[in-house]
């Protein structure tokens, strides 16, 4: 996204993508759109909405992210309220109200401390009031429902905690598999789900990043939570799964694959700070075991999923490390 205050310098809209999408949603094709690339989608970004064209490989996140758009209405959660979604012969599309300023990671590397600090603490609050907002206790993405189900798996999404057998049963199915570990993941997994027995599911972006993050730099707050394509009803502590690897290892989270993702040195206080504004997110018993079975599910879709070889042996690597009780929260003072 880009400034109000910063001028475009593109010319206005012309790409016939662009103007058949407009022309879809119903809406006039004045302005000036400054083009933007990412990871599924082609994006545009106007003078009051941003639209969007997607590569298809999320089934329905558009009418997905309206459900969860909805949801929001009436909330204090600062978000873009959605305009219209459909089909066309440019692929799926949305359109929906621009919010104002720039993405965090656009603005992290220039601000000062005392600003960094501000807009991680406005986090917090947009994250109270997500987990505060009423949804249903099935509520996920039609993609992620349809990967659960054994059909092909599109992305990195959020655990979701009653299906960690499954990953692991899932594994077992790949040739050559060790046995001998998954068994122990299984029994590693059966001894841990009674932590989240009593769990309450609330609404979870499940992708918050600082390319998901809209700031008033100036302000120093928070004016947009974005991209709700893998949002589900879910523990609300799984929002911490990306947000603390993210700080650890924000070099793997760039905003378009040509770009480059922040210096992790420079998000080492992000977690204290998180945790000042939105202390009950942190307060649950047995925290850090909840976040390593978090990522074990997350690395177990790796493993079972991911179509690169390298990647899956990658993540059987860290599945070992998780049994032992060690992964990426090693690196953070939290």
Not at 209 to 217: K, L
Not at 226 to 239: H, I, R, S
Not at 241 to 262: F, M, S
């Amino acid at each position: 996204m880009c400034d109000r205050s910063t001028p475009f310098v593109d010319e206005p809209a012309a790409d016939p993508a662009l103007l058949r999408t407009l022309a879809a949603a119903g809406l006039s094709a004045t302005g000036r759109f400054l083009p933007k690339t990412g990871w599924v989608s082609r994006v545009w970004v106007g003078d009051e909405y941003v639209v969007r064209l997607s590569n298809g490989q999320f089934r329905d996140s558009f009418r997905h992210e309206a459900t969860v758009t909805g949801l929001l209405a009436g909330s204090e959660v600062p978000h873009a309220r959605h305009l219209a979604h459909g089909d066309g012969p440019d692929g799926p599309w949305c359109v929906s109200e621009r919010v104002p300023g720039r993405t965090l990671y656009e603005v992290w590397p220039t601000a000062d401390p005392h600003t960094r600090r501000a807009m991680i603490e406005s986090l917090g609050s947009a994250l109270r009031a997500l987990h505060r907002v009423p949804v249903p206790a099935d509520l996920l993405p039609p993609w992620l429902t349809d990967a659960l189900a054994g059909r092909p798996w599109p992305a990195f999404h959020p655990p979701v905690v009653g299906a960690a057998l499954q990953r692991v049963e899932a594994a077992r199915r790949l040739p050559g598999h060790d046995s001998r570990l998954l068994a122990d993941v299984a029994d590693w997994i059966q001894e841990r789900l009674a932590l989240f027995a009593d769990d309450e599911p609330v609404l979870v972006h499940g992708d918050l990043h600082g390319s998901n993050v809209m700031v008033d730099v100036g302000q120093g707050r928070v004016t947009g939570l974005v991209d709700f394509a893998e949002a589900l009803a879910q523990p609300a502590d799984v929002e911490l799964d990306t947000i603390l690897r993210w700080c650890a290892k924000a070099r793997e989270y760039p905003p378009a694959p040509d770009a480059r993702g922040l210096d992790e040195t420079t998000l080492t206080e992000v977690p204290g700070w998180l945790r000042g504004a939105y202390p009950e997110l942190f307060e649950r018993e047995r925290l850090r075991e909840r976040l390593l079975f978090y990522d074990m599910h997350r690395e177990l879709a790796l493993h079972a999923h991911h179509p690169q070889p390298g990647i899956r042996d990658a993540a059987q690597d860290r599945i070992a490390r998780l049994l032992s009780g060690r992964n990426h929260l090693d690196e953070l003072a939290w």
